[in-house]
């Protein structure tokens, strides 16, 4: 079976929404991409850390999913890293309202021995110095690094962010972070400026309206399914990045056609992860409804066209 090694949080959130609001509930960006690659027949590993106030539970549910947890570093007297969010009523704006780094703050990621040499490396959301680590202990130059990253980066931490993006592949950000990254509003040429800092790859998430795959001038664009409830899109951009990476790792197929079919298996997964709480509906899923709803994709976007 074919490698996936995910570096992300595994966390903690606490989320408000218009339509209800939980307590401390499962979490991070790790944790959505694993769930959302765990619907691909590959070996996955999330390298990540934690305190020991997190549940056994949790990691169990974890490694119910066939999901490695050898990199996921327990820190005895810890807490784990915590993040709090209300969401506005067009769930496209959120105010954070807390962010408590805890473990995370001195995170020295350590990648298992036996993952070094996967094919396919998804860096999640993290300081751009964490994701150069990770390839660093890598023993074999994977096929495909895809990297995630956020304004903040930009912000806090924008030389580091670009050294880490000339060793990648693709990168995932959604449009407000493209343009900031690139300084360009259309994103037709944010997509081309970003090329020029390393990526071959660019993929725009713009939520519920979509994702863009930009390589070598060539432009794709999937649709999002419209959906008759969105209850919570916390995670929906890491489920995304899951589908995408799972999909990819499966197939060994890093070609720009295939990448087509990766972004259309991102977005399916990611419609579902919107449709309750945290990771409540990742965890109910099944393959048959995945199936269904990629069929639902294809309905939604294959026509016939008479050109004159």
């Known amino acids: 079976m074919n490698k996936l090694l995910i570096v992300g949080t595994v966390a903690f959130d606490a989320i408000e929404t218009p339509f209800g609001k939980t307590d401390k509930i499962l979490g991070g960006a790790g944790t959505y991409i694993g769930l959302s690659a765990s619907f ?4 996955s590993a999330i390298v990540s850390v934690v305190g020991d106030d997190f549940p056994q539970e949790y990691l169990d549910l974890l490694t119910a999913r066939n999901i490695d947890i050898s990199g996921l570093e327990v820190v ?5 890293f915590f993040w709090s969010g209300l969401y506005h009523n ?3 704006s959120r105010d954070t309202l807390a962010t408590e780094l805890n473990v995370l703050a001195d995170f020295q990621p350590k990648v298992p021995q036996n993952f070094k040499d996967a094919e396919v490396v998804m860096l999640g959301n993290l300081h751009p110095l964490v994701q150069s680590s990770v390839l660093d202990q890598m ?3 994977p096929k495909l690094v895809v990297l995630d990253t956020m304004n903040f980066w930009m912000d806090c931490a924008l030389p580091e962010l670009l050294d880490v993006m000339k060793r990648i592949d693709v990168i995932t950000i959604n449009d407000e972070e493209a343009r900031q990254l690139s300084g360009e509003y259309s994103l037709v040429k944010a997509a081309a400026k970003i090329h020029t800092m390393g990526p071959k790859y660019v993929v725009i998430k713009k939520g519920e309206h979509g994702a863009l795959l930009f390589h070598n001038g060539e432009v794709f664009f999937a649709p999002a399914l419209p959906l008759e409830e969105v209850f919570d899109p916390t995670g929906a951009g890491d489920t995304f990045a899951g589908g995408f990476t799972g999909f990819i790792a499966q197939s060994e197929n890093v070609s720009f056609d295939n ?3 990766a972004v259309i298996y991102g977005s399916n997964l990611a419609s579902f992860c919107v449709e309750k709480f945290g990771t409540e509906r990742m965890l109910a899923l099944d393959k048959k409804e995945v199936v269904s709803r990629l069929q639902q994709f294809k309905a939604l976007t294959q026509f016939d066209i008479e050109l004159k």
């Open 259 to 261: 990448m087509k079919n």
């Open 139 to 141: 023993e074999v130059k």
């Open 90 to 92: 067009d769930l496209n």
């Open 40 to 43: 691909f027949n590959l070996q």
């Open 76 to 80: 005895k007297g810890g807490k784990t």
